[in-house]
């Protein structure tokens, strides 16, 4: 079995868009060595928060040569979605001879059949490689379940799957992917604000998303979680909900960009068919972000 590099925290990092609305290159490098460089473990890019949906296959690749270059020796574990299987076995390879580390498989866009579908897709682009699979369920957003059976059945099929990143929003999931496979996949938490509960029930990694704002205080929580939650973890915890909980809902990539724009690290230009948030939203985000920067606590 390859061995995971699945683990820790792992910035789900924002596609930068320059006015023009091309990828911007040049920041999305800065962007990552910035998240490096507070502690993460790797980069995952071209996911739901990247704006992946959107994006031209050539533009994706040249994220990851971009990404791959600027990482060094940290993975670059892209996320690999399509509306058909054969887009993203090609999507796969292009990653693997790009120099990718890891790939982050997601069910097809679109399309939400039988489980039977969703796991021929899925076994498709896992047999397609030989990198380090981490299979994306994230129900609400895909209308695929990939429930704990399941996923041991894709397990035992593929060895190359070695985590899972569990999105459902109930940590009870992590519990039973652990009690039916124990440690030969790691579990990943796959939602911002519930990253003490899923580390709680098991889970050795979190895909975060506020973490493009705050690396550094996101890279503190999960390692002072996995030392077990005390008094200072849980204030920690208090302070970021609030901003952790705009990852919740379905404006998170407008959102996400807008708190990286108010603490100064990048802008928060998406791409059509989204557009920057407006009205009571936006207020909210701002008075979120105005609070936390208020009170930020030190830490280290």
Known sequence: MPTSPFRHVLPAITTPFAADGTVDHAFLARHARWQLDAGCSGVIPLGSLGEGATLDFDEKVAILRTL????GDKPVL??????????????????????CRGLMVLPAYVHKGELREALGHVGAVLAATSLPCMLYNNPPAYGTDFQATAIAELAQRHGNLVAVKESSGDARRVTAIKALLGDCLDVLVGMDDMVLEGVAAGATGWVAGLVNAFPRESVVLFERARRGPDAATLALYRWFLPLLRLD??????????????????????????R??????????????????????PEVG
């Open 68 to 71: 791959v270059a600027t990482a």
């Open 78 to 99: 892209p996320g690999i979605a399509a509306l058909a299987t054969h887009q993203a076995v090609a999507l796969a390879k292009a990653a693997e001879r790009a120099g």
């Open 248 to 273: 919740t809902v379905p404006e998170f990539v407008q959102l996400i960009k807008l708190v990286q724009q108010q603490v100064g690290h990048g802008d928060e230009r998406v791409r059509l068919p």
């Open 275 to 296: 557009t920057v948030v407006q009205g009571a939203l936006r207020e909210h985000a701002l008075a979120v972000v105005a609070q936390a920067l208020a009170t930020r």
